[in-house]
């Protein structure tokens, strides 16, 4: 029988990329910075993120405050639609905006995104299979982490599509062996000054 420990998945989207996402603003690398101070001294196991330009260079810049850990790439961490609702799984008043706006998605990020969200829930979810603590740090986007939070939460799949998280906010989640995940904190930005706390996030999120 294996052991069973602690994990703490700590979850964080990448800072904030300039139009073409193809790399970060200067906010954006100022925001993964100052994130990996905060997080400088945990004992993460591994640092994974997704394979496009604007998570590798914010798990980059995360990453070399942190010493020794690396930051490998995988597509479970990537930019995906994790689950196509049906209309039937949505309020009426938004049903058509939001299939609207999901349609709009390239067609490999909707189709192969289940696929890859169920591979995220294998890969970073649940409790270590180790006799000590383990942490993660998944550096990905907002679609993801929406859909690690719901699973966390135990909400039905399509409560993911609400769940906004701004450029290099830190959500953890704890999962303890024969206990429900714990959400320990969400969209945390105490790391960040006022002024790069909001980007990502709609306006009227905005407090």
């Known amino acids: 029988m294996s052991t069973l420990s602690d994990r703490y998945l700590y979850l964080t989207r990448h800072g904030e990329a300039d139009a073409?996402?193809?790399s970060l603003t200067g906010r954006g690398r100022?925001?993964?910075?100052?994130?990996?101070?905060?997080?400088?001294?945990?004992?993460?196991?591994a640092v994974h993120h997704g394979p496009l330009p604007r998570t590798a260079e914010t798990a980059a810049l995360v990453s070399a405050r942190l010493g020794d850990t690396n930051?490998?790439?995988?597509?479970p961490a990537g930019d995906y639609v994790p689950h196509l609702p049906t209309r039937e799984e949505l309020h009426p008043a938004s049903a058509d905006r939001t299939l609207d706006v999901l349609a709009s998605f390239p067609a490999p990020e909707r189709e192969r995104g289940p696929e890859l969200a169920r591979e995220a829930l294998v890969r970073f979810t649940g409790p270590a299979h180790q006799d000590t603590v383990r942490?993660?740090?998944v550096v990905t986007?907002?679609?993801?982490?929406g859909w690690?939070?719901?699973?966390a939460l135990d909400a039905p799949p399509s409560r993911w599509i609400g769940l906004n998280h701004a450029n290099a906010g830190l959500t953890v989640i704890r999962y303890t062996p024969d206990r429900p995940p714990a959400l320990l904190t969400?969209?945390?930005t105490r790391h960040l000054p006022e002024s790069l706390r909001w980007t990502g996030l709609p306006p009227e999120l905005h407090v």
């Open 141 to 145: 986007h907002n679609f993801l982490i």
């Open 148 to 151: 690690l939070v719901r699973a």
């Open 186 to 188: 969400y969209n945390d």
């Open 71 to 75: 930051a490998h790439p995988c597509d």
């Open 30 to 45: 100022r925001q993964a910075t100052l994130l990996g101070e905060r997080l400088r001294g945990v004992p993460f196991t």
């Open 20 to 22: 073409e996402e193809t």
């Open 135 to 137: 942490h993660d740090l």
